[in-house]
């Protein structure tokens, strides 16, 4: 499709500005959040300005930052229920499960991170979790056998069956303009149904023994699906922060128009998004059938909302344009530690399921207030 | 000195309503362009076929004296022609270096860059180092475009098309959203690109700003070419009548 050249795109930034130029930086705490940590630019001790503009950056980093606010808060979390319940929430036993519970989220999340910063929603994990625990197990029963190899192939077969939902999903909205929420809730259902379909509603489908072993496991101190969710969010992380994909990523998010105009092929590379987002996804059913030994058809219809909790707590942009992996890794904890220590203190979790949801609200207020403090006009 | 890109005799209809009968056109490097033309004059109209974004029905489009073809907006760019657009198309959550680059990254060599690594410090040196030299007031390469200025903002744009136009920048409307003090700014910025050998074509309403930074004014009206002045041949008079065809004197 061609672009005019007046024409007027959507663009919250466009109109009249201010007349004031005598400040570049403003001190405010901005949603800065490109990954240019690791360089600070050239040391010219003898340019003033140019030090200023460090500094701000500097500030920017430390205070305009969403994850180490979020950071901070679960820091406080995990205090009060020590100080409440000094006994069994802070020991290493209970830490373990909720790292455990969380990794499976972050799994998802990661994926979902992906696709909120190019302005993007994906609601259909859960259910293409299932779908690709269940492509796995039927895959490993095809192939036979108990061990290694066959969980390997299981493996495979989840991401893949996986990612087909992410073409879909890719496709629908690139091609037909369905809006994301739309077609992923149109997978949601869609993906879940074809699950129930091929397994009849039942979790029976039987599965390796090494399964099994891989389960019981626990290399250094954690279980095998902390270590995978771990290794995920650090490579993609690095990918989302450090590359050209990860940057254009944010240019879709940022300005959909101004990353086309400037050639990048904004279909495709959203394509992309969706099918990382949805092989994520059913690397996680692989994950949750490691857990349960059994695939679980029926225990995933909320896991979206946790996981866009979790994203958005971690100071993901809803709007696209900014976020942070690191933010999405520690967003993440802030459901789960709720819970176990609202558990751990006899509350009924119910509570916990309150507290998540404002929090949520609050997250996201406090996204929009920086915005509008950010942006000048 | 011949022209860096000229058009004879461009004809467009959108279905039967007949925009552009015959236009010529003309800019030279180094000089400042100005095309003017009341509402429904074609201006757009051949703005868009000058920039790629659609072929003409009739006429001749030359580049460094060679006929050329644009087949899309990014060919045209190839060829080092760049636009500025009205509602500038800046990633707002991104820096002023990043919206430099955003299509155009750098990699890093070796096998990080094989791996897609973009080079962000190379990136912001030479995004700083370009828009030094084109005097922008914009020290922070990092804070976000929103954060910035509307002058800023403009100013932003035009650097990063004047980094990577080969010979010759579109600009549409650069001044529009701008108060007095922003547009000076702006307009001595244009001032400045065009004497480093750029071609600038500005379209615009604002008759006084023309009138300042323009070596030469072309007005267009009914689709063609009616008048063109030289520097310091024009008034705003003379402009608002040849625009509405009240002075129809081709000197």
């Known amino acids: 499709m061609t672009v005019s050249p007046d024409a007027r795109g959507v663009d919250v930034n466009a109109p009249v500005p201010p007349d004031d ?3 570049t930086t403003t001190g405010l705490p901005s949603l800065s959040t490109q990954a240019n940590t690791l360089t600070t630019g050239p040391v010219e001790p003898e340019s003033p300005e140019l030090r200023a503009a460090q500094r701000a950056r500097l500030r920017r980093r430390l205070f305009g930052s969403t994850p180490l ?15 409440a319940h000094p006994g069994t929430f802070p020991a290493f036993g209970n830490v ?9 989220y972050l799994i998802m999340g990661v994926g979902f991170t992906f696709v909120m910063i190019a302005a993007g929603f994906d609601l259909s994990q859960g259910s293409v979790l299932v779908f690709g625990q269940v492509i796995a197990a039927k895959v490993m029963v095809a192939v036979g056998g108990q061990g290694g190899w066959t969980v390997a192939v299981g493996f495979v077969a989840a991401i893949l069956g996986g990612a087909v939902w992410g073409v879909f999903n890719g496709l629908v909205i690139t091609r037909l303009r369905v809006p994301p929420l739309i077609t992923t809730l149109g997978s949601l259902g869609a993906a879940l149904g074809v699950a129930n379909l091929l397994t009849q509603g039942q979790d029976n489908t039987p599965t390796p023994a090494a399964l099994t072993t891989l389960s019981a496991q626990l290399p250094w101190g954690m279980s095998w699906r902390v270590w995978v969710a771990l290794l995920v969010a650090v490579v993609a992380g690095l990918y989302l922060h450090l590359t050209r994909f990860g940057r254009r990523t944010f240019v879709i998010g940022s300005n959909e128009e101004a990353a086309r105009r400037s050639g990048i092929n904004v279909k495709r590379h959203v394509v992309k998004l969706y099918v990382i987002s949805a092989a994520l996804a059913g690397l996680a059913g692989m994950m949750a059938l490691i857990n349960n030994t059994t695939t679980t058809v029926g225990g995933h219809s ?9 994203v958005a707590l971690g100071g993901v942009s809803l709007f696209g344009g900014s976020g942070l992996m690191v933010g999405t890794v520690i967003g993440m904890f802030v459901p789960t530690v709720l819970s176990n220590g609202l558990i751990s203190i006899h509350v009924q979790p119910f509570w916990q399921q309150v507290a998540t949801g404002f929090i949520l609200v609050l997250a996201v207020y406090l996204d929009q207030f920086k915005r509008r403090r950010r942006d000048r006009v | 000195m011949t022209a860096l890109l000229e058009a004879h005799g461009i004809y467009k209809n959108y279905g039967h309503v007949e925009v552009l009968r015959g236009v010529d056109f003309d800019v030279r490097a180094g000089e400042v362009v100005s095309l003017i033309g009341d509402n429904g004059a074609g201006k757009s109209t051949l703005v868009k076929i000058l920039s ?4 003409p029905d009739r006429g001749e489009l030359r580049l460094r004296g060679e006929p050329v073809q644009f087949e899309s907006p990014l060919h045209a760019r190839e060829l080092g022609i760049e636009t500025v657009y009205q509602d500038l198309a800046l990633a707002p959550d991104l820096g002023p270096a990043e919206n430099a680059y955003v299509g155009r990254e750098i990699l890093k060599p070796g096998l990080l860059g094989w791996l897609g690594v973009i080079d962000k410090k190379t990136m912001r040196e ?6 030094v030299s084109m005097g922008t007031d914009v020290k922070d390469m990092d804070a976000p475009v929103a954060a910035l200025s509307g002058g800023q903002r403009q100013s932003v744009a035009i650097c990063r098309s004047v980094m990577w136009a080969k010979g010759l920048v579109f600009m549409d409307e650069p001044t529009a959203a701008l108060g007095v003090r922003q547009t000076r700014k702006v307009l001595d910025m244009i001032r400045r690109v065009a004497d480093q050998g750029v071609a600038v074509v500005l379209i615009s ?10 070596d030469r004014i072309q007005v267009l009206r009914l689709g063609r070419r009616v008048v063109e002045y030289g520097r310091g041949e ?15 004197t081709v000197r």
């Open chain 1, 21 to 23: 130029e005598s400040t």
């Open chain 1, 69 to 83: 606010l979020m950071a901070g808060v679960l820091i406080l979390i995990f205090l009060v229920f020590t100080v």
């Open chain 1, 96 to 104: 373990r499960n909720m790292i455990d519970d969380t990794s499976l």
């Open chain 1, 302 to 310: 909320t896991d979206s909302l946790t996981v866009v909790t979790g």
């Open chain 2, 52 to 55: 790629g974004v659609m072929p």
């Open chain 2, 126 to 131: 030479k995004a700083r180092e370009a828009f």
């Open chain 2, 205 to 214: 309403h604002n008759m006084p700003d023309v009138l300042q930074v323009s």
């Open chain 2, 234 to 248: 024009a008034d705003v008079e003379r402009l608002v009548g040849a625009m509405t065809g009240a002075l129809d």
